[in-house]
Nanobody, 124 residues
Framework: QVQLVESGGGLVQAGGSLRLSCAAS????????MAWFRQAPGKEREFLAV????????NYASSVKGRFTISRDNGKNALYLQMDSLTVEDTAVYYC?????????????????WGQGTQVTVSS
């Protein structure tokens, strides 16, 4: 079973940037599509971005497309999310997970347990 540890969150002013990391343990990391999700208090967890197992295909939620970039380094069992032009609406706990993904749409279904997430707070 893949275990996930998110990091890199923090407090940033609107318009700023953060780079989140997801460290994944397990022998099958490179065989899974991976995705980022976020959840704000009182709201549903929402999909943000997905990347296939090779890192050659990606897709994004419309709310973050053009601002966020997902990437991975299979040699390091790591997933990343570069977040630019942050707004207060981006404030949430951010999670990564392995997902089932067709490779061409925004339907990424989580496969594993959720980690602790990393808090991102954007101030105005």
């Amino acid at each position: 079973q893949v275990q996930l540890v998110e990091s890199g969150g923090g407090l940033v002013q609107a318009g700023g940037s953060l780079r989140l990391s997801c460290a994944a343990s397990g022998v099958m990391f490179s065989r899974y599509a991976m995705a980022w999700f976020r959840q704000a208090p009182g709201k549903e967890r929402e999909f943000l971005a997905v990347i296939n197992y090779l890192g050659s295909n990606t897709n994004y939620a419309s709310s973050v497309k053009g601002r966020f970039t997902i990437s991975r380094d299979n040699g390091k069992n790591a997933l990343y999310l570069q977040m630019d032009s942050l707004t207060v609406e981006d404030t949430a706990v951010y999670y990564c997970n392995a997902v089932s993904w067709s490779g061409h749409d925004r339907n990424a279904q989580p496969l594993g347990s959720w980690g602790q997430g990393t808090q991102v707070t954007v101030s105005s």
